[in-house]
């Protein structure tokens, strides 16, 4: 049906973007525990949260259109290579957002 290969990246891909969700969302859980009352923790609440929900619904999209069109795989895997960039670039930006804070309060 598919070609085995390319469908295997994929389920890669999958489990990296699972186990890059679920760090991020410990990251920012932290973040909120610290800053909850603040506009920082909600913010950072808001966005990891709208972030996941495009993320998810990017996955979902690329991989019904990848098993109903296998040929569009050409199309799909820069598609799932940003993906996996932009889930690391949020955890980067979380834990940097985070350290940066936690600087500023003991201050």
């Known amino acids: 049906m598919y070609n085995l290969n390319l469908g295997t990246y994929l389920w890669i891909a999958l489990i990296i973007l699972v186990l890059g969700s679920l760090y991020l969302i410990w990251e920012g859980y932290k973040v909120h525990k610290l800053f909850a009352d603040s506009i920082v923790g909600k913010l950072v609440k808001a966005l990891v949260i709208v972030f996941l929900i495009e993320l998810y619904s990017l996955g979902l999209v690329s991989f019904a259109f990848f098993f109903f069109y296998p040929k569009g795989a050409v199309v799909l895997l820069p598609i ?10 949020a955890i980067f930006a979380i834990r940097s957002a985070k350290k940066e804070v936690s600087v500023l309060v003991k201050r």
């Open 80 to 89: 799932v290579a940003l993906w996996i960039l932009s889930l690391g670039f």
